[in-house]
C-alpha cells in the first residue's frame, strides 16, 4: 500500500529542498495569501504558527509536483491520468483512520477551530479553498467527489457558489426538488490523486472515487462518516460533515476566479457544519485562488486527460493534449498529432471545444513539438501557420459563466492549425528540418557528456 495521505509529498519535497517552512507568526488574513501569490512556482510553504493548525499551501505548483506526488515519474503523468479514466479501481471501507484521530461535535466553530484564509482584499470573508466535498445523488446513491469554495458564514455556518452545471449544484437541485438537504462532506488536506480526481470531467454518476483509485493504482481507502451517510479519505487530515440547505441562498459578492479577476454570480448555497474530525497533528491545506500556479494545474492536468481521452476515440493521430497555464489551465488547449491527414486538425479543433465548454483557443502542431515548450508551439505557428487557410474563426458560440471576455455568454472560438500539410513533405523543401546525419546525431546524443 502506497502513503495515502498528503503527508508523503510533503516528506518529498522536504527531502529535495523545496519545502520552505515559515515560523513567524503569520495572520491567515490576507497575509498568508500574500505570501503563497509571491513564492507561486516556488517551494511549497508550511506555516507553522498561525494561531491553530499549521497551514501547508503551493503544493502542486507543477506538473512534476503532481508526478511526485503521484509518486511517478515526470513523463508518467498523462499516461497515469489516461489509465485512471479507463482502468478505475473502486475504493475500499477501512474500520479506522487517522483522519478521526480527534472529534468535535458541539457548537461547530469553524472560525476558531480552522486557519481559514481571507485572500483577496474585495472577497467577502474566509474562504476554504482545498475542500473535497463528497455527496450521493438523493435520486439515484450515486457518490460525487468535487471542490468547492466554501466561504465561513459563522459558527458551523458555510456557503457555497457553486456552478450550475456542476454534478454537486445538481445534486443540491435533486435534494431541493424532493424537499431535502443535501448531506456533505468535507475532506481537506489530501492526496494528489484526490485532488486530481476531483478535478476530473466525468459523466453525472461516476464516482469519481473510483478514478482517484485509479491515479493511485490501488483501491482508495475511507472510512464511514459519523454524523452524515457519506465515506471519506482515511487519510485525509481534516473532515468537516453536515449538510447543504439549497433552499437557503445567501448573496456572495465579489469572489475571485481562476483568471485573476473578480466576478459577481450572485447568490450560493448556504450549508451547515455539525461535525468536525481531523488528525491529532493535522495539517491544513490550503490551495491559492485567483490566477495561481496550483489553481489553474488542479483543472488543467485533468481537463487535459479527459479531452486526450476523448479526442484519441475518434482521431488516433492525436498524442497529447496540454491545457495551457497562460490559458489559466481552462480556456486553451494545445492539441499534438501524428501526421494528420488534410483537415484532420480542424476536426480536432471542433471536437475539442465539443467536449470542453471553456475551451476558445485550440492550437494543433504535430507531434514532434513539445507541447510543454511554448517556445516551440510558437515556432510551430511561425513555420507551419497560414493565416487564411489554417485559422478557424467561430463567433457567437456558447461560452462559460467564467470566461472573462463573454458577450452574454457567447464568445469568439479560434483554431489555429499549426501543422505540416500532406504534400508538403519533398526533400530539401520548408518542412525538413535541417539536422546532423542520424547516426553522428545518435551516437552525440548518446556520448553527450563526454564533450
Ligand atoms: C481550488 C479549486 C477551487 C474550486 N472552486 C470551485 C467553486 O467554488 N465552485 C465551483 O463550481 N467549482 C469550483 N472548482 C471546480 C470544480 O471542482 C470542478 O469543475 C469539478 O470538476 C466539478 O465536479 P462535479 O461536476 O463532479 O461537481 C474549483 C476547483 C479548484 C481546483
Ligand atoms: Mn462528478
Request: charged share 25%; hydrophobic share 40%; glycine share 10%.
Amino acid at each position: 500500500m502506497t502513503d495515502q495521505s498528503m503527508r508523503g509529498l510533503i516528506a518529498t519535497l522536504g527531502a529535495t529542498g523545496e519545502l520552505h517552512r515559515v515560523s513567524r507568526k503569520v495572520d491567515p488574513k490576507f497575509e498568508l495569501g500574500a505570501v503563497l501569490a509571491l513564492r507561486d512556482r516556488g517551494p511549497a510553504v508550511l506555516f507553522e504558527n498561525t494561531g491553530t493548525l499549521p497551514v501547508i499551501g503551493n503544493l502542486l505548483v507543477s506538473r512534476k509536483r503532481f508526478a511526485d506526488g503521484l509518486g511517478i515519474a515526470g513523463d508518467q503523468l498523462d499516461a497515469r491520468c489516461l489509465q485512471a479514466l479507463t482502468h478505475p479501481i473502486k475504493p475500499v471501507m477501512v474500520a479506522s483512520g487517522p483522519a478521526q484521530d480527534v472529534v468535535h461535535s458541539d457548537n461547530i466553530d469553524l472560525a476558531r477551530l480552522l486557519p481559514v484564509p481571507t485572500w483577496f482584499e474585495r472577497e467577502t470573508g474566509p474562504y476554504i479553498t482545498a475542500g473535497v466535498i463528497i455527496a450521493k445523488d438523493p435520486e439515484t446513491g450515486c457518490r460525487n467527489v468535487s471542490i468547492a469554495r466554501l466561504r465561513l458564514e459563522g459558527g458551523g455556518r458555510v456557503m457555497a457558489g457553486i456552478a450550475k452545471n456542476h454534478h454537486l449544484y445538481l445534486l443540491a437541485e435533486k435534494a431541493k426538488a424532493r424537499g431535502h438537504k443535501l448531506q456533505i462532506a468535507v475532506a481537506i488536506g489530501n492526496h494528489t490523486a484526490v485532488l486530481l480526481g476531483s478535478q476530473l470531467y466525468l459523466g453525472l454518476g461516476d464516482d469519481e472515487y473510483d478514478n482517484i483509485g485509479g491515479l493511485l493504482g490501488e483501491p482508495l481507502q475511507l472510512v464511514k462518516c459519523r454524523t452524515v451517510d457519506l465515506e471519506v479519505p482515511a487519510q485525509a487530515e481534516i473532515v468537516l460533515e453536515g449538510e447543504f440547505d439549497p433552499a437557503d441562498l445567501i448573496e456572495e459578492g465579489p469572489v475571485s476566479e481562476f483568471h485573476g479577476f473578480y466576478v459577481n454570480y450572485g447568490a450560493g448555497i448556504g450549508g451547515s457544519i455539525r461535525c468536525v474530525t481531523h488528525r491529532r497533528d493535522a495539517i491544513y491545506q490550503a490551495i491559492l485562488p485567483g490566477y495561481a500556479s496550483e489553481h489553474c494545474l488542479l483543472g488543467g492536468v485533468a481537463i487535459g486527460a479527459t479531452l486526450c481521452q476523448a479526442l484519441q476515440r475518434m482521431i488516433p493521430a492525436v498524442k497529447r493534449v496540454l491545457i495551457t497555464e497562460g490559458g489559466m489551465g481552462r480556456l486553451h488547449a494545445v492539441i499534438s498529432m501524428h501526421k494528420p491527414k488534410l483537415g484532420e486538425g480542424k476536426r480536432a479543433v471542433l471536437l475539442a471545444m465539443g467536449q470542453v465548454n471553456l475551451l476558445k483557443l485550440v492550437t494543433v502542431v504535430d507531434d514532434d513539438i513539445d507541447i510543454e515548450n511554448p517556445r516551440e508551439i510558437e515556432w510551430a505557428l511561425a513555420a507551419r501557420f497560414r493565416g487564411d487557410e489554417d485559422l478557424m474563426v467561430i463567433e457567437g458560440v456558447k461560452a462559460d459563466r467564467c470566461d472573462p471576455v463573454h458577450d452574454e455568454l457567447t464568445v469568439t472560438k479560434i483554431g489555429m492549425i499549426a501543422t505540416t500539410r500532406p504534400g508538403d513533405g519533398e526533400p530539401l523543401t520548408r518542412s525538413e528540418l535541417v539536422l546532423a546525419p542520424k547516426e553522428i546525431l545518435d551516437r552525440v546524443r548518446n556520448e553527450i557528456d563526454q564533450y
